[in-house]
């Protein structure tokens, strides 16, 4: 079946520190990856995505490249903020127009002064 | 546009009681979904709808029960509530985009349940 796996949590990196979160993933098929962001109190919001291999997701900072050949989607910044302070969730989702997702288990990030 | 709205955010229920969790998208999305978040576990699904009449049960759908009589409304009923079901519930909207690819998926801003 389908599953995604992250890099156990919580991590915690002083401000301007490089961020690597791991996510790995086991799917048929070509799923679609996606980055989602949750800070506190609040609902997920998307933060990337990729659709097929090799394509690079982008968005503040932040970035992911498709893996297929490691089944890969591993989240990076290379200075993190205070602000980027939340719950990362690592997602796929399945071309079967359900709009059904898939989730790892979530990574946070706590970022010090 | 206020996009996916969920009522009421925090709720203290008895076990053995039972309520509805609503859920209202306002963006003509035809995909809805239900998720429970618990630590360590990330999101799971709960059921799922393609459109209004059509639904489907997720990952965890037992002591749930859904209904779309609408495109906007997509309402989550725990039938008899048990301590297992505190969580954090997530509904969550989307679209087939253009091409085809379905769009991102919207989520509301979630509802604590606690069952005592």
Sequence with gaps: GNSVTQMEGPVTLSEEAFLTINCTYTATGYPSLFWYVQYPGEGLQLLLKATKADDKGSNKGFEATYRKETTSFHLEKGSVQVSDSAVYFCALRQPSNTGKLIFGQGTTLQVKP | ?116
């Excluded at chain 2, 709720?11 to 035809?30: F, I, P, R, W, Y």
């Excluded at chain 2, 749930?64 to 909207?93: G, H, I, K, M, W």
């Excluded at chain 2, 679209?95 to 919207?106: I, K, L, P, Q, V």
């Design chain 2, 1 to 116: 546009n206020a996009g996916v709205t969920q009522t009421p955010k925090f709720q203290v229920l008895k076990t053995g009681q039972s309520m509805t969790l609503q859920c209202a998208q306002d963006m003509n999305h035809e995909y809805m979904s239900w998720y429970r978040q618990d630590p360590g576990m990330g999101l799971r699904l709960i059921h799922y709808s393609v459109g209004a009449g059509i639904t489907d049960q997720g990952e965890v759908p037992n002591g749930y029960n859904v209904s779309r009589s609408t495109t906007e409304d997509f309402p989550l009923r725990l039938l008899s509530a048990a301590p297992s079901q505190t969580s954090v519930y997530f509904c969550a909207s989307s679209s087939t985009g253009t091409g085809g690819a379905t769009s991102e998926a919207f989520f509301g801003q979630g509802t604590r349940l606690t069952v005592v």
